[in-house]
Each structure stands twice: as structure tokens, then as C-alpha cells.
């Protein structure tokens, strides 16, 4: 192996050393309960969650947001044969959480048919350790393509 080879292994084990400490990093705080703010789903009737500590979280003006996006973790999602290859973003239910940082609250928008099922609303704020007094509101949009939203 070249030297040019042998410090490019090296850079890419570094590289997954420090994804693999960032993940359990993460594991841990969800472990122990911190809110988050994430993106979801509902697939075959089965919640998709993706979220990260508050104190992770992305700012963009006066909210914390999840810094990924339903298109490109759908097409991630894709690749690794987690959700039907053959399916847009929009086929499912979907939603969101945020935090405004101005009034201190947690709000989770989310298509209609996930907001009229509440063992699955509330099994959402479970799954990203949301206090009972987060908000819910239907958005415009997280319409899936079955009922419209």
C-alpha cells in the first residue's frame, strides 16, 4: 500500500471514529431523556423517528429544527432498504417537531391522519421525550398523497 493510500485509510478511519462517537454520543442523551427535534413518519403503520437533543438542534431564526430534511433521508432511507425503493417522500404520513426558542414550546406539525390517531401522537412525543404540553397543528405541508392531509 502507497503512502497516499495508507494516509487516506487512515483519514477514513478517523472519519468513522468520530460518526461512531457522535452516534453514541447521541444514544446516550436519548437515553436519558432529553427532548428532541426531529422529522418522522408513519410507514405501514409503523413510526420512521429521527431526532436530535435540543441542545444539538440547528437554529434557523427564532425555532430549533432538526437539520435534515424529508427528501434527502427518504432517498438515504432508500438506498439502505428502510423504506419501499419504489416510494416518494410524500407517500406517507409525515411531520415534524421544532422548538421556538421565544415562547419555550415544543410544537409537532404533522399531516391530518396522523393528528386524528392519538396512541400515535402520543407515542411521537414519547419517542423524542416531548412534554405533555407540546403543541400539535396540521401543516400544509405534510399532506400524504393517500387521504390529502
Excluded at 18 to 39: D, F, H, N, W
Excluded at 45 to 63: M, R, S, T, W
Excluded at 93 to 104: A, I, W
Excluded at 137 to 143: A, I, L, V
Amino acid at each position: 500500500m502507497s503512502r497516499e493510500e495508507d494516509s487516506t485509510s487512515n483519514d477514513l478511519r478517523q472519519m468513522l471514529a468520530e460518526i461512531y462517537e457522535s452516534a453514541q454520543t447521541r444514544k446516550k442523551l436519548r437515553v436519558a431523556g432529553a427532548p428532541e427535534v426531529g422529522i418522522f413518519w408513519i410507514v405501514d403503520g409503523k413510526p420512521l423517528v429521527f431526532g436530535d437533543p435540543l441542545n444539538d438542534a440547528e437554529q434557523c431564526g427564532e425555532f430549533k429544527n432538526y437539520e435534515e430534511d424529508h427528501i434527502h433521508l427518504w432517498k438515504f432511507l432508500q438506498r439502505n432498504g428502510i423504506v419501499p425503493p419504489d416510494s416518494e417522500y410524500e407517500d406517507y404520513p409525515r411531520g415534524r417537531v421544532v422548538y421556538n426558542t421565544k415562547t419555550g414550546s415544543f410544537m409537532l406539525f404533522a399531516d391530518r391522519c396522523i393528528l386524528k390517531d392519538e396512541p400515535m401522537v402520543e407515542h411521537l412525543l414519547d419517542e423524542l421525550h416531548l412534554p405533555s404540553t407540546t403543541k400539535t397543528e396540521s401543516d400544509p405541508h405534510y399532506k400524504c398523497k393517500k387521504c390529502g392531509g
